[in-house]
Every structure is written in C-alpha cells, then in structure tokens.
C-alpha cells in the first residue's frame, strides 16, 4: 500500500485505483476533489466507518501524480 500523507495524524481515506493499488490520503487530500469528497460522507471523522473510495476509472500511476499534485497545495 503506498502512503501518501501528510505529517501530522488526522483523519485518513484509502483510495483505491483501477489496478488494485490503494493509497492513503489525508482528508484534506480528497476535500481537494469534489467527485471523492461526495463519495465520502460530510461527516468523515466517524472511525467506525471504511473509508474506502473505489476510483474504477483511474490507474494507479495517475493517481499517484494526482495525490502528489494535491498535497502541493494543502
């Protein structure tokens, strides 16, 4: 599993790509990208939920220069 966060502990979603790979990313990552922050619930700070947002679309390579993109700018 690739991690892709940041360096202070907050809340976490796993992304998970065409291909099976699955990244880490902060919430404030995936706020950054209206489709995967609809696919999350408004209220993502429950730990009892899975937090796994699917991305059927996307291969892992792409995703990875997408999160890196975002964290850029968080």
């Given at each position: 599993?690739?991690?892709?966060?940041?360096?202070?502990?907050?809340?976490e979603?796993?992304?998970?790509?065409?291909?099976?790979?699955?990244?880490?990313?902060?919430?404030?990552?995936?706020?950054?990208?209206?489709?995967?922050?609809?696919?999350?619930?408004?209220?993502?700070?429950?730990?009892?939920?899975?937090?796994?947002?699917?991305?059927?679309?996307?291969?892992?390579?792409?995703?990875?220069?997408?999160?890196?993109?975002?964290?850029?700018?968080i």
């Amino acid at each position: 599993m690739s991690e892709f966060t940041a360096s202070n502990p907050e809340k976490e979603i796993t992304l998970t790509s065409k291909d099976g790979e699955e990244f880490k990313v902060s919430l404030k990552v995936a706020k950054m990208s209206s489709l995967i922050w609809n696919m999350v619930s408004e209220d993502g700070e429950d730990d009892d939920e899975d937090n796994t947002v699917p991305l059927p679309n996307v291969e892992g390579a792409d995703l990875a220069r997408v999160i890196e993109y975002c964290k850029q700018y968080i």
